[in-house]
C-alpha cells in the first residue's frame, strides 16, 4: 500500500486523523501549499483532483508559471 497519489505530475500525501475521523493530505515537493481532504478515500482523490486542477487555473488566470516538483 503506498501513502501518496500522483496527478498531472503532482504528488499529493494520503494521511487519516483518527481524532478528526478524516483523511487529508498536500501536494509535496513544491512551495505553494495544496491541501485536500475527503471522509473517505475516494473523496480523498477527488479533492485532490479539484485542489490540483484549482491551482493550475489559478497560475493560467493570474499569468504566473505553476510550480513543479524537480525530478532528477
Not at 3 to 10: I, L, Q, T, V
Not at 39 to 55: C, I, M, Q, R, S
Amino acid at each position: 500500500m503506498k501513502n501518496w497519489m500522483n496527478y498531472k505530475g503532482y504528488i499529493g500525501s494520503m494521511e487519516f486523523s483518527e481524532e478528526d475521523n478524516v483523511f487529508y493530505g498536500k501536494v509535496q515537493g513544491i512551495r505553494s501549499l495544496i491541501s485536500y481532504e475527503g471522509t473517505n478515500v475516494n473523496e480523498l482523490a477527488g479533492d485532490f483532483h479539484n485542489a490540483v486542477d484549482e491551482y493550475l487555473e489559478s497560475c493560467r488566470q493570474d499569468g504566473t508559471k505553476p510550480e513543479r516538483i524537480f525530478h532528477v
